[in-house]
Structures are given as C-alpha cells and as structure tokens.
C-alpha cells in the first residue's frame, strides 16, 4: 500500500512557475513508476509525464515537452514536478499516481495508488 500526498499548488500567473511535490509513504517507493496527471473542470483526466523507479527515464506530454519536469528523490519518497512557463490552460487539480511497470504510462489505468491533488490555478 502507497498513500500520496501532493502539495505546492495554488493561484499563479501566466508565465510564472511552481514546483509540485508528492510525498509517499511506505518503504517501497523506488519500486514504482511515478506519473503525473491533471484534470480541469469539465473534462477527462489527462496524462503530464511519468518516470522510471530510479529516475534515469521520463517522459512527457506533447504539450508539456520543455515547460514541464519531473524529476524524484527516492531518499525522500518524493516525486516533482515543476513546472515553468505557466499559461491559463494549465489551470486544472494535478494529481501524483503510483504503477509498478514503465508500460503505458500514458494511461490512467493501471496506476494503482492516487494523491488527493492539488490545485493550481494560473491567471491571465
């Protein structure tokens, strides 16, 4: 069992950044895959970027390449996402999620473990 817990959103504007964490529990951190999600009102959940047990691989939405990085600690049982150059339309709840194989990561299925979210606005 995983519990996540996110945290480091909140009301931004356009342009500026954040740095989202996501805390787990238990010791068996850096035996999963570790993926971002974000869902705004209205519509479905959508995939952001995903990486390997140990880090050495990412990988991300088309329409976040070069403004979004995930990065972990596995010392902390902690994975990242910052995220720069902000625009209106990343306004959604991001949520952090737990799967044990590198396979499509893309896919909200087969994540076994989800964060509550947090939110992140971003103002025009």
């Known amino acids: 069992q995983v519990q996540l817990v996110e945290s480091g959103g909140g009301l931004v504007q356009a342009g500026d950044s954040l740095r989202l964490s996501c805390a787990a529990s238990?010791?068996?951190?850096?035996?999963?895959?570790m993926g971002w999600f974000r869902q705004a009102p209205g519509k479905e959940r959508e995939f952001v970027a995903s990486?390997?047990?140990?880090?050495?691989?990412?990988i991300y939405a088309d329409s976040m390449k070069g403004r979004f990085t995930i990065s972990r600690d596995n010392a902390k049982n902690t994975v990242y996402l910052q995220m720069n150059s902000l625009k209106p339309e990343d306004t959604a709840v991001y949520y952090c999620?737990?799967?044990?194989?590198?396979?499509?990561?893309?896919?909200?299925?087969?994540?076994?473990?989800w964060g509550q979210g947090t939110q992140v606005t971003v103002s025009s």
């Open positions: 999620a737990a799967k044990i194989s590198y396979s499509n990561v893309n896919y909200t299925r087969g994540y076994a473990f």
């Open positions: 990486i390997s047990w140990r880090g050495s691989s990412a």
């Open positions: 238990g010791r068996t951190f850096s035996s999963y895959v």
